[in-house]
């Protein structure tokens, strides 16, 4: 008994106690930044969800790091997320999701969509990328606060 209890101490002792640090200093992962989005994923209005859950993973690289390689890969797809949205019908509630304002934001977001894979088509230049992704994004959060009924990110832009 006193044998078995010897190694259970020996084994135990080697075991760590505490688990490695996290490192955070490195840039995550496409798939990690789409978890990232998830809390905002609630709205009730399910073709906005889904471009929101592009836009995420394209507009955070880009507006963080200045890394528009997800744009670029993944522009089309998000154009035909944009367009799927604008042509889908608002919830009946919450009431704002069918005001003017949201609806002509949709509206908003499909056509600057096509213009930013015009840009993208043409081989513009990063800087006029951004600049287009910026009001893609802009345009969205109007619906978004319209629709969801919440303040959109908040500090997580």
């Known amino acids: 008994m006193a044998a078995k209890l010897a190694l259970i101490a020996i084994l135990v002792a080697a075991v760590p ?6 490192d955070t200093t490195k840039p995550k992962p496409d798939s990690a930044r789409a978890g990232m989005m998830d ?3 609630a709205g009730p209005w399910k073709e906005m969800n889904a471009f929101h859950h592009v836009l995420g993973a394209t507009w955070h690289p880009a507006d963080h790091e200045g890394n528009l390689a997800p744009l670029k890969s993944r522009a ?17 509630t ?8 949201v609806r002509g934001a949709a509206t908003k977001v499909a056509m600057e969509m096509k ?6 088509d043409s ?10 992704l910026k009001g893609v994004h ?3 959060e109007i619906a978004e ?9 908040g500090d997580a832009r």
């Not at 089309?76 to 009946?92: H, Q, R, V």
């Not at 919450?94 to 304002?101: K, M, V, Y």
């Open 17 to 22: 106690t505490t688990l490695p640090a996290q």
């Open 76 to 92: 089309k797809e998000l154009l035909n997320t944009a367009d799927a949205w604008a042509a889908s019908k608002a919830p009946a």
């Open 123 to 132: 081989g513009s230049e990063d800087a006029k990328l951004k600049a287009a």
């Open 94 to 101: 919450p009431a704002g999701c069918g005001s003017d304002a």
């Open 115 to 120: 213009a930013l894979v015009a840009l993208l």
């Open 138 to 140: 802009d345009a969205f």
């Open 145 to 153: 606060k319209g629709c969801a009924g919440h303040g959109g990110h």
């Open 39 to 41: 809390h905002h994923m």
